[in-house]
């Protein structure tokens, strides 16, 4: 116990909102080759265990909800228990979907959370200022999400044929797209990439959830039952490095990226 422990009690007073983390981990890693793209490793460290120690280290969240496939229940749990995670953590069953897993990780959250920050497990260079700026933005508005502007040039297609190209300045990372035919090619200067940890406000989130779900809604991330519901999202700044691992390509971008920090 700390000095300062000893001196006013062991549970300090929060200078923030309770905020869960749910790590959504329960992916099948198709595009991964079947393999478990989380238990790969960036410099000797499994990608979800990276992912979970940069969320472990940020003041403002103040637990994690690991969403994952059952049989993986038992090796998750003991990497957090091998790598030493301070915060509360639960490993639970996720769902058949995104959504059902989220709502899932919402009922097994503490009673006193106030904001419910999701993040992909296989976002292993997520920053701490990232996500201290989602949470801090979803605290003053509601909802929250780390975006960044789109460079390429978008097409919108239809059946492998282009139909239109939009002034990228308005565009994230976007393309309209009908069969294999662009259609368009939305101006990016209005397009942004989102990336994670999406944050909101807990009982918002789960009231547009829980709809979205009645309705069979396919939701593509969690800002889009938001926004279903009428509520608005607030970017933040998010950073191209924040990178999701999807293929194997996308590990060695990530190593050189990692080694890039680290060197």
């Not at 999406?198 to 918002?204: A, L, R, S, T």
């Amino acid at each position: 116990m700390s000095l300062l422990q000893k001196m006013f009690g062991k549970h300090q007073k929060r200078t923030h909102p309770y905020c869960a983390a749910l790590i959504a981990a329960a992916g099948s890693s198709t595009r991964y080759g079947g393999e478990n793209k989380l238990l790969q490793t960036l410099d000797g460290i499994p990608v979800l265990v990276r992912t979970l120690l940069t969320i472990d280290r940020v003041e403002g969240i103040d637990e994690i909800v690991i969403a994952a496939r059952e049989d993986e229940l038992l090796p998750y749990a003991e990497l957090c228990k091998t790598f030493g995670l301070r915060k509360p953590v639960k490993v639970i069953v996720g769902g058949a979907t995104r959504t059902e897993s989220v709502l899932r990780a919402a009922l097994e959250a503490s009673p006193e959370t106030e904001f419910f920050a999701v993040q992909d497990g296989a976002r292993p260079l997520v920053t701490n200022e990232v996500i201290a700026q989602a949470v801090s933005a979803a605290v003053s508005c509601g909802a929250a999400a780390p975006a960044v502007p789109v460079h390429d040039t978008i097409k919108r297609a239809e059946s492998g044929l282009v139909l239109e190209t939009p002034d990228r300045s308005t565009l994230f990372a976007v393309k309209v797209v009908e069969g294999r035919i662009v259609k368009s090619t939305p101006d990016r200067a209005s397009l942004y990439a989102v990336q994670t940890p999406q944050v909101f406000d807990f009982d918002i989130l789960r009231g547009a959830l829980a709809k979205a779900n009645a309705d069979n809604a396919k939701l593509t991330d969690d800002c889009s039952a938001m926004e279903a519901a009428g509520r608005p999202v607030h970017l933040t700044p998010g950073d191209v490095e924040n990178l999701k691992i999807t293929t194997p390509v996308d590990l060695r971008i990530a190593e050189a990226i990692w080694k890039g920090r680290t060197t």
